[in-house]
């Protein structure tokens, strides 16, 4: 049996990443910035909302700004405040986006194209914010359990009995139900 090697096992990951995200596409199942915002609020707080200062569940909505005020403390935060996209003018959209797309580049063993360079032309952004943006997707993703990833990661995998996971077999099957995955995503 064939061993797997160090760039063979980091890719495993990637992969199961990969078929984790909606078989339709991250662009198809979050057609818009509502529907990226409301998965957001719902893994971000699965038991109602509340202040990330000071924990009480008495929060405003302000819609013109896209702000939540608690009314105990009056602090103001957006959907944003303490996570990776924190600061930054892309959409959350744009960061389910950009995440699926380091995702895929990396399951499919096209990480050399992961670069600032490339991201500004795929993205149309200056060098340097898409080399921001590069950097800061690759620290969040390295997490099992960030944000981002379980926001986009939507399915769990389904892998058959008869394959034993992390050996070469699992790499063999992952490679195929990737290659096939890809494909009815680029038909559909």
């Known amino acids: 049996m064939r061993q797997l090697s160090d760039r063979d096992r980091e890719r495993l990951r990637w992969m199961q990443l990969y ?10 199942y979050f057609p818009d910035d509502a529907s990226c915002e409301q998965r957001m609020v719902e893994l971000r707080w699965p038991e109602g909302m509340h202040c990330i200062r000071c924990d009480a569940d008495r929060i405003k909505t302000c819609h ?3 702000t939540f005020r608690c009314k105990e403390c009056a602090h103001e935060f957006s959907l944003k405040a303490n ?6 003018r ?8 950009a995440a699926e797309e ?15 360079h490339s991201m500004a032309d795929r993205h149309c952004v200056a060098y340097t914010t898409a080399y921001r943006l590069r950097v800061k997707l690759a620290c969040e993703l ?8 379980t926001s ?7 892998v058959p009995q008869d394959v034993v996971r992390n050996d070469f077999d699992f790499y063999v099957w992952l490679l195929d139900t990737c290659v096939t995955q890809r494909q009815m995503r680029r038909q559909g």
């Open 102 to 116: 380091h995702i895929t580049l990396h399951a499919f063993g096209q990480d050399h194209l992961d670069t600032g």
């Open 64 to 66: 013109t700004r896209k």
């Open 90 to 97: 892309h959409t959350i959209r744009d960061w389910f986006l």
């Open 83 to 88: 996570t990776v996209m924190f600061r930054s």
């Open 142 to 149: 390295a997490h099992d359990h960030s944000l981002l990833l």
């Open 152 to 158: 986009i990661c939507i399915s769990e995998l389904q």
């Open 19 to 28: 078929l984790r995200l909606p078989a339709c596409g991250v662009a198809a």
